[in-house]
């Protein structure tokens, strides 16, 4: 009922920056917290950043600095703003959104995107 597609990914030297968007789709009432996570070859899906629909962000330790998390909530999208690419943030970028579908009851959704591959090479 609700759908997530990621864009922006590709391949990008080191010291390069890429933008990525997902935007959600379906029978949305409203979307509490969107979120990136990324999945290096060979490792386990971990979190880059999230936002609640206030505007609050969080970045686990090691991601904070050179990746920004924005949302645009009349669209229902969020973004993720990477700079200074390092080869091991090659990995597949997931968009996850959270909230509440439009039915008669409440009703909740968490769901993922595909992912979009990144790859920081040169």
């Known amino acids: 009922q609700v759908q997530l597609v990621e864009s922006g990914g590709g391949l990008v030297q080191p010291g390069g920056s890429l933008r990525l968007s997902c935007a959600a789709s379906g029978s949305i009432f409203s979307i509490h917290s969107m979120g990136w996570y990324r999945q290096p070859p060979g490792k386990q899906r971990e979190l880059v950043a999230s936002?609640?629909?206030?505007?609050?962000?969080k970045y686990p330790g090691s991601m904070k600095g050179r990746f920004t998390i924005s949302r645009d909530n009349a669209k229902n999208a969020v973004y993720l703003q990477m700079a200074s690419l390092k080869p091991e943030d090659t990995a597949v970028y997931y968009c996850?959104?959270?909230?509440?579908?439009?039915?008669?009851?409440?009703?909740?959704?968490?769901?993922w995107g595909r992912g979009t591959q990144v790859t920081v090479s040169s």
């Open positions: 996850n959104a959270a909230g509440k579908i439009i039915s008669v009851s409440d009703e909740f959704f968490n769901v």
């Open positions: 936002i609640t629909s206030d505007g609050t962000t």
